[in-house]
């Protein structure tokens, strides 16, 4: 089964702190995915990337930076974090299509105070 | 873009009554469509998916319906159980890299 392994699963962050989020994945997929999950929202697609040293912009890119050193490992930065950053993130890695399987990882609560 | 909406938002059924839940899409090109189930603490998990050739699929007690002239894709679960219990997100790709999720659907299922 394909793995992938989110880290930290809760943060605690101050107003105007630096955060980031580290995904890894052992499936080999070139597709990395980072969403954040609100009530009413449901998932929204912050960044993804297609392969190592890629990032691309998702819907939702403001206040957020990626960056995806390796095929494994996709993170997600947020250099200035705000309260409406208050979120569950979620990291998922697919194949070379959207028309394949996402696999997800179980989430990071982030809470900025 | 492509929008999606689900309804409903919470849904409450008993233990072996069928539950059904809906989305809607705007794109008429939208090829790839999708299920995923998540559970309590963790991330969504792929229940079924189906292409733009597909009217039905049936697996396991979950049914996929797609109507492409009305734009509306549901999902049935019959005879639900109380396992069955999570958040159900539908999730449509208009042919790009990404997956345009759904708003969820809270399921209770009652013993």
């Known amino acids: 089964e394909a793995a992938v392994t989110q880290s930290p699963r809760n943060k605690v962050a101050v107003t105007g702190g630096k955060v980031t989020l580290s995904c890894n994945q052992t499936?080999?997929?070139?597709?990395m995915y980072w969403y954040r999950q609100d009530t009413g929202h449901g998932l929204r697609l912050i960044h993804y990337s297609y392969g190592a040293g890629s990032t691309e912009k998702g819907d939702i890119p403001d206040g957020y930076k990626a960056s995806r050193p390796s095929q494994e490992n996709f993170s997600l930065i947020l250099e200035l974090a705000t309260p409406s950053q208050t979120s569950v993130y979620f990291c998922?890695?697919?194949?070379?299509?959207?028309?394949?399987?996402?696999?997800f990882g179980h989430g990071t609560k982030l809470s900025v105070l | 873009g492509e929008q999606v909406e689900q309804r409903p938002p919470h849904l409450s059924v008993r233990e072996g009554d069928s539950a059904i839940i809906i989305c809607t899409y705007t794109d008429s090109a939208t090829a790839y469509f999708s299920w995923y189930k998540q559970e309590a603490g963790a991330g969504l998990q792929l229940l079924m998916s189906?292409?733009?050739?597909?009217d039905r699929k049936e697996e396991q007690g979950l049914t996929v319906l797609l109507n492409k002239k009305d734009k509306r894709l549901s999902l049935n679960l019959t005879a639900a159980h109380p396992g069955d219990s999570a958040v159900y997100f539908c999730a449509v790709s208009p042919g790009s890299w990404q997956l345009i999720f759904g708003s969820g659907t809270q399921l209770t299922v009652m013993p």
């Open positions: 189906v292409l733009s050739n597909v």
């Open positions: 998922a890695s697919g194949g070379q299509t959207s028309n394949e399987r996402l696999f």
């Open positions: 499936n080999n997929h070139n597709n």
